[in-house]
């Protein structure tokens, strides 16, 4: 990790072609070191399917889709081990599994803790604005998941709730996405406060904010076809997309 606290951070442009490129390299890494990629994504795999059940099991089936969607607010933090992976391999370094955990327990030892918190309030936030739309549009009975999901698909107030949902919901990701697209994989790599790494991440979607909608939307695609599998998809998805956020770190930023 090199120490770069004192250097002026400078944002770059990229274009969709980088976005193609660190994608084939987020591949590429997955592929020589596979066994790590799906130990950390089966970790998020796991952690999603018991928490969905929990909402059945406590009769909440309205915050099964949403928090299966927010849950991905929090999968940067357990993509660090694949930063780790894609740093080792990029300089040719030995990786075995004790760097891997050694080097992620340091980073929440630092300011990476606070970026936890934060997320995980905005998470929160994300579930909270949902149970007050389910209960506006749906009112307070609840229904089991067969007839939640049929008055959802089948009647005007259902149609509604979708939309209102769905476009509240990506207006949250898409903040959260701006401050931690970068801010993660630079934290592993810097030695810089948390603030200054989301300022510079917001700073660098602002700066080439086409290109990571289309980045946004590449991983909301790929999210939403691994949910419909039942998450089973996270285990290859997710760690392609957590190598290829590494690669794209290394383009966003210099020093200056």
Not at 69 to 86: E, H, K, W
Not at 93 to 118: C, H, Q
Not at 161 to 181: D, H, M, Q, W
Not at 220 to 226: D, F, G
């Amino acid at each position: 990790m090199s120490n770069s606290q004192n250097s002026q951070i400078n944002v770059q442009k990229v274009t969709i072609d980088d976005l193609l490129e660190v994608l084939a390299l987020g591949l590429q890494d997955f592929k020589t070191a596979p066994l790590y990629g799906l130990f950390f994504s089966g970790i998020f795999v796991v952690g999603g399917w018991m928490l969905i059940l929990m909402l059945f099991k406590f009769n909440l089936p309205f915050l099964a889709y949403p928090l299966a969607a927010g849950f991905a607010l929090i999968a940067p933090f357990i993509a660090s081990g694949f930063y780790v992976v894609s740093s080792q391999l990029e300089n040719s370094e030995p990786l075995t599994w004790k760097i891997a955990f050694t080097t992620v327990r340091s980073m929440f030892s630092r300011d990476l803790g606070w970026m936890a918190l934060v997320t995980g309030f905005s998470l929160f936030i994300w579930l909270d604005i949902t149970a007050l739309l389910s209960f506006g549009f749906m009112g307070f009975q609840f229904f089991s998941f067969s007839e939640l999901l049929d008055t959802i698909l089948t009647t005007p107030i259902g149609w509604l709730f979708l939309i209102v949902g769905n476009t509240v919901g990506a207006l949250i990701a898409f903040c959260v996405f701006s401050y931690l697209v970068i801010s993660i994989p630079m934290l592993f790599h810097r030695d810089i406060d948390f603030i200054t790494a989301m300022i510079t991440s917001v700073r660098f979607v602002k700066e080439n904010f086409r290109v990571m909608a289309v980045w946004c939307f590449t991983i909301a695609a790929l999210t939403a076809i691994s949910l419909l599998s039942g998450l089973i998809g996270l285990l290859v998805a997710f760690p392609v997309l957590g190598h290829a956020t590494w690669h794209l770190y290394r383009r966003a930023v210099s020093t200056g």
